[in-house]
């Protein structure tokens, strides 16, 4: 009888002990759901709708919303649709990640869009670019949407010899910065500003008489806009112009907004041919004004710096793309802004970039741009897609305060001596580029 007790006693235990150890894993599944349920995680605010607003960025967020680059795929928008598929053909991993999942089908965006974003686009192409729905398209973004394809236009004002090598009394043969000014047709006193002024190509001096460099100004320009109404035929004009100054760039396609990328891709691929031994790289719109002596200063220290790393950790490529940085940007929804990506076109946030006032960046990462842009579907404003190709490259541009896309406070902007610690400054007319030239000139003695 004793041995059946201790027997049952034993069966028991076994029977109970599977149950006692499910409740005490139910009860910490509870507590931790309980605890997940309470816990609230602190709200990160929006710092931008991009452009960004007229605010001092130098407030930036520590961290972005979400991660830009993700494999999530928004079905109603074209870009992602576009730059989904381009992923998966340069990723072999993800190619192979559509086994056991259910997606909507890739197959379902027009053939000829989703074959040219993955193989470029032909010369002979270009002028004929696949049609397709875009009903769910602003009007104002159809021309780009029905070009964005094309990657490759005909050169129509070249200067091959522009930085060829070419020793100067100074010493330099070969140039210390490259400016590279975005600028239109109809926009001529814009570009002689700029040369009589910040832009001037030569030897420039640094700040104080510091050690400066060779600098070359070139403008980068497409054919006139047609559809925004009759305009004057400036061609012959342009010529001049060019004949005096030779410093024009120019392709054929149309200079419009939504284009200022393709400025972007066709002048790295003219850098990689014909100024391979530029530094460094100024990038900037043609009423912008910039303290090019303060920059030299800062880039003759960038390099003395990088000097140093590859003595010591053997490095060889300099990362250095500086401006003002514009963090946990979304896109601009009002229809009425030159800024307005429909949710049609683009879904998400946008990636951190520098504001396309003016950015500067080595030679090298210029190189690794261009490369990397192949992988990258054309986005319409030119330094959100900066941006994304850095993403891309695992990079982030760097901020520096002397970067004034947003420009001074109006009541500094007349004083010189406000403009000490400024290497840029945006918005500002020829007549204010000439009037503030001279004033500096006079800031080292009155500051």
Not at 414 to 439: D, F, I, Q
């Amino acid at each position: 009888m004793g041995k059946c007790c201790k027997c049952n006693g034993r069966v028991l235990c076994m029977c109970l002990l599977p149950c006692m150890m499910t409740g005490h894993l139910l009860i910490y599944i509870m507590v931790t759901i309980f605890v997940t349920i309470s816990y609230t995680p602190s709200k990160i605010t929006i710092h931008y709708i991009a452009p960004g607003i007229s605010a001092n960025s130098g407030a930036l967020a520590s961290h972005p919303l979400s991660p830009f680059w993700n494999l999530h795929l928004e079905h109603s928008a074209l870009w992602n649709h576009l730059q989904h598929s381009l992923d998966r053909h340069y990723n072999p991993i993800l190619k192979g990640n559509m086994s056991g999942t259910r997606r909507k089908p890739i197959a379902k965006l027009p053939t000829p869009i989703r074959d040219e974003c993955l193989s470029g686009c032909a010369s002979h192409k270009c002028s004929k670019p696949p049609l397709y729905d875009v009903n769910n398209i602003p009007e104002r973004m159809r021309s780009f949407v029905n070009s964005m394809h094309c990657r490759c236009y005909r050169m129509l004002i070249n200067q091959p010899t522009m930085c060829k090598r070419n020793k100067t009394r100074f010493g330099f043969n070969y140039p210390m910065l490259l400016i590279a000014i975005k600028s239109q047709v109809g926009n001529f006193e814009n570009r002689q500003a700029i040369r009589e002024t910040w832009g001037r190509s030569g030897f420039v001096k640094g700040e104080f008489n510091k050690k400066g460099g060779l600098v070359r100004t070139v403008f980068l320009l497409g054919r006139q806009d047609s559809s925004t109404g009759p305009h004057p035929d400036l061609k012959n004009f342009l010529d001049l112009e060019n004949q005096k100054h030779r410093d024009i760039l120019q392709w054929d396609f149309m200079d419009s907004f939504f284009n200022l990328t393709l400025k972007d891709l066709l002048f790295w691929h003219w850098l990689e041919q014909y100024c391979p031994t530029a530094a460094f790289i100024f990038k900037g719109d043609d009423d912008v004004f910039v303290r090019t002596d303060a920059l030299l200063d800062y880039l003759n220290n960038k390099w003395k710096e990088h000097n140093l790393r590859c003595t010591s950790k053997n490095e060889t490529d300099m990362d250095l793309f500086v401006g003002d940085v514009i963090a946990n940007a979304m896109p601009n929804r009002d229809p009425s802004t030159k800024y307005y990506i429909p949710e049609s076109f683009y879904r998400g946030a946008y990636p951190t970039y520098a504001g396309g006032g003016g950015v500067v960046y080595s030679q090298s990462l210029a190189l690794r741009l261009k490369e990397v842009s192949a992988k990258v579907c054309l986005f319409p404003i030119d330094d959100v897609y900066l941006g994304m190709c850095l993403q891309r490259l695992g990079l982030s541009p760097s901020h520096h305060p002397g970067f004034l896309t947003f420009d001074l406070p109006e009541t500094g902007r007349g004083n010189p001596c406000a403009y000490k610690s400024v290497l840029l400054v945006h918005r500002r007319s020829p007549k204010e580029m000439l009037t503030l030239w001279n004033r500096l000139q006079n800031m080292k003695s009155e500051c």
